[in-house]
């Protein structure tokens, strides 16, 4: 792959989906389960993921969210005893076919962190960070790059705050400004999809607010998965919404719908606030 | 009001109370004292080598021909010279072909340790570099004499085994263990967020390696090093028996040398008590004793630069 655009997804298959792209599912998922050793914390998961529009997974705690959002980029297979069976297949893709790079599919499937965790270079090479691994050297020029830094701080609106500090330590910034670079670090990689598992719980109420504002309009350009605790938060930014138990999908509806009228009994005790 | 049965267990534990406090204050002596002896001795061994060095130190050294004559003759009749550069060149080069030798070496076993590989491997790797520290010097004279040695004249034809090469492999071997235990906790210190971040952005391994945990972790890779160099230049024992010892400046990694700690073991037993070539060799201890000072400051200091940095 040669420039930033193109996803992730080999060409032939990319354009045989570019006219069903409507029609079809960002993420699907077919009988997925999975163990952590002999632990099994996913069971049997199918869910249909729409495009274009934020998701969010809710559910108590240790009932398997975060594992879920970490089966879509793989990466929960750097701990040595995970296994997985079933099919998880994004933008089209069976992501465990063999010939699926994890680098490929972690460009077009991004995903940010319950801690923030920008990396310990400048705010800069934050930003470039995911370009610098999945181009060449030198592919781009000084004013390209800068520009692709300017317009993905500009996304998170951060650019304002860290415009004149862009060779400082991305360490430095507040958890909420971390937050925000950690996004827009994904937005040079033009992402089809963008995980993200409880990205504002280490911020406060306003830093809250506005991140969610910022997801909320990322959420015309990208398909957002989006992990949490907070049910007001799951009603707030979220278009669909799905309910997990102890590893199991208990229903998958629209946000009014599952909050409105819950058609599992689980799902009403849940959202009336009785499993914690 | 004193019951005589509950008296006599509330005196004791009276008495057993104000023991305790007793038994507190006396292990809290012992520490402070164990403390302050470490200081103390430290400074004892300077006060020594200074004070047998301080004569010549300071009366009438010429300190431009101590540091910059390649002729040391402690023990000629006609007119005693007291150059230590060749001595100096050769401990520093020394330390150099060591560190050249070291440095990949023992980063790379970190790097493998802490990231490439887990459970057995690596609890394997890291009791075999700890045997590997704990080797006695004199055993790695050995290994240079007779094993490296050979091999070196076969492979380069040299006329000698024992030269600059010989030991600056065998001071690398010896310091490696340092460097990699050090650098790996060093790497381990690096939060496992940055990798998941790195991993996520679809960096492979060795893209985090080295555009994540070196810049992350440099700090405690370079006290690792520096660490590595303090050894290479305190060695003595298998330095002595693998430089060849003989007073020269290196021109290549085929020549023998002499290192400064070498010299002070060779020589101090020729000595008299107190005369100048004692002096002079007690000069050297304080030149050694600077440098490995300066250096596991610099370690030191650089260490804390992490502190300090991971607290901001
Ligand atoms: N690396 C791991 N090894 C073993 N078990 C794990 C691992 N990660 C998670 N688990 C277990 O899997 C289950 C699901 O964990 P997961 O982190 O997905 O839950 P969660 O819904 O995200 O919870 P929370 O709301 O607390 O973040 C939990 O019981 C947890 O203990
Ligand atoms: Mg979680």
Known sequence: ?276 | MGIPTTSVAARVRHVWRLSERLREKAIEWAIRICGWSAIFFVLAIFFFVFREAAPMLLGGLDFKEFFTSPNWRPTSQVRPEYGILALLVGSLSLAGVAMAVAVPFGLGAAVFISEFCGGKTKETLKIVIELLAAVPSIVWGFVGLFVLAPLIVEWTGAQVGVNLLNAGIVVALMSVPIIVSIGEDALKAVPDSYREAALSLGASRWEIVYRVLFPAAKNGLLAAVLLGVGRAIGETMAVLMCTGHSINIPHSLLDPIRALTATIATELGDTVEGDEHWQALFTIGVVLFTITFVINLTADLVVKGIRSEKSA
């Open chain 1, 1 to 276: 792959m040669s420039t930033v655009v193109e996803p992730a997804i080999p060409a032939t298959t990319q354009t045989t989906m570019a006219a069903t792209t409507q029609a079809t599912n960002a993420i699907e998922t077919r009988g997925l389960s999975l163990w952590y050793g002999d632990f099994q914390a996913l069971k049997d998961v199918t869910i249909d993921v729409r495009p274009q529009m934020i998701t969010s997974l809710i559910g108590p705690s240790g009932c398997g969210k975060t594992t879920l959002l970490r089966c879509f980029n793989r990466i929960n297979e750097r701990y040595g005893n995970v296994t997985t069976t079933g099919e998880v297949t994004i933008l089209g893709k069976n992501i465990f076919d063999e010939d699926v790079s994890l680098s490929e599919l972690r460009r077009s499937v991004g995903m940010v962190f319950q801690r923030p965790n920008p990396l310990p270079v400048s705010i800069y090479r934050n930003v470039l960070f995911g370009i610098r691994t999945h181009t060449r050297w030198r592919t781009f020029n000084r004013a390209q790059r800068d520009e692709m830094v300017e317009s993905a701080l500009r996304d998170v609106q951060l650019w304002g705050e860290v415009k004149d500090r862009l060779k400082s330590k991305a360490t430095r910034l507040t958890l909420e400004q971390q937050q925000k670079l950690c996004i827009a670090r994904l937005l040079p990689l033009k992402p089809r999809v963008i995980l993200m598992d409880e990205p504002c719980s280490a911020l406060d109420a306003e830093g809250t607010e506005r991140v969610e504002t910022l997801i909320g309009e990322l959420r015309r350009t990208y398909t957002i998965v989006i992990v949490t605790h907070n049910m007001a938060q799951a009603r707030r930014v979220s278009d669909e919404c799905i309910f997990m138990l102890l590893g199991e999908i208990i229903e998958h509806s629209s946000t009014s719908d599952l909050f409105l009228n819950p058609k599992e009994e689980q799902t009403e005790m849940y959202i009336q606030g009785r499993y914690g």
